[in-house]
């Protein structure tokens, strides 16, 4: 079989898996890790620490999977519904927004599966010397792998100036899972050029103003890194901009012109669950712990606990209109137990003119 059939195979393969896309990079991202290096050295990722440990695997998978010659990168749309005007979800009053791609099962254990089935076929159709190394390794978001770098380099996108991968005929609301093999597979051509063109919308909309430049975005005022990664308070200067958010944020993408082009999921898992898309943050906010647990079973929400879920609902209670029910149900949190959801609540509470 020549390489050439053998990629067409496993394409072939990923698109009965449910993968969109897939294409193949060498592992050489120099121009990639500098860029990373010079985020690092601004301490843009915040208390991301895990970010700075790995950075030298991040651009080198042959040390992360020794043998390692190519990167098979595949993408999956999440979208849930076709409904893409999100800019005007975020501005609803009274509701929760949270960001598309958790509204359903957590998509880690879905990809790894689908990517594992993958690796398995890749295995099935070259077999290799049974030399006792493992000849290809599948990630998803799970190891440190430079994903969107090596997604650009397979041709499945341009990073945007918004840092999201994305594609012409698919936007950018798609995971990318990653298969590092010792395949010498035939490279996709590259995306070298950019289609951002003049346009600075996603620049130019962030709530929090957290892109210091084209490209470069200081996580520690990003919506997606205050509500999920940062386990601490939030900073008072930026709560009120938050608005309804309370996990993630998809404004600079939801702006992006070429998500007219984002594809509905396939995917039954990814649709949302328990009414989340349309959920009341009164409602939210008054959910017991068990049903913060029951409600959030299998889905990234569990990530914050029950603790970072009531710090981010207080802050967007805060942001609500004033009225009976928000106020109320803000002060029914005031004897929590938690130091920090009685701080953000204190906090909601004052700018509903509610002092202790
Ligand atoms: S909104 Fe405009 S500048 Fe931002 S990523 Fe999309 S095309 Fe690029």
Partial sequence: MTDATLLEQIRARSRELGFQQLGVSDIDIAQHARH??????????????WMEKHADLRA?????????????????????????????????????????????RDYHKLLRKRLAQLADYIAQ???????????????????????????????????????MLINAQAGS???????????????????????????TACLDLCPTQAFVAPYQLDARRCISYLTIENKGSIPPALRAKIGNRIFGCDDCQAVCPWNKFAQKTAEADFLPRHGLDSAQLVELFLWTEEEYLAKTE?????????????RNVAVALGNAATSPAVVAALASRRGFSSGLVREHTDWALAQHAVTA
């Fill in 36 to 49: 990373l290096q010079h985020w690092l050295e601004r301490h843009y990722h915040g208390d991301m620490a």
């Fill in 60 to 104: 080198h998978p042959e040390q992360l999977h020794p043998g390692t010659l190519r990167v098979v990168s595949v993408r999956m749309d999440y979208l849930p519904d076709d409904d893409k005007d999100l800019i005007a979800r975020v501005r609803s009053d009274g509701s929760a927004y949270i960001a598309r791609y958790t509204l359903g």
């Fill in 173 to 199: 609301y798609f995971f990318l899972g990653e298969i590092l093999t010792d395949l010498p597979l035939p490279l996709t051509p590259s995306q070298d050029k950019t289609h951002c063109g003049t346009c």
């Fill in 125 to 163: 159709l070259a077999p290799q010397p049974d030399n006792g190394a493992q000849h290809h390794r599948a990630f998803v978001d799970s190891a440190p792998v430079l994903e969107r770098a090596f997604a650009q380099q397979a041709g499945l996108g341009w990073i945007g100036k918004n840092t």
């Fill in 298 to 310: 299998g889905s990234a929400l569990r990530r914050i606990g029950y603790e970072g879920w009531l």
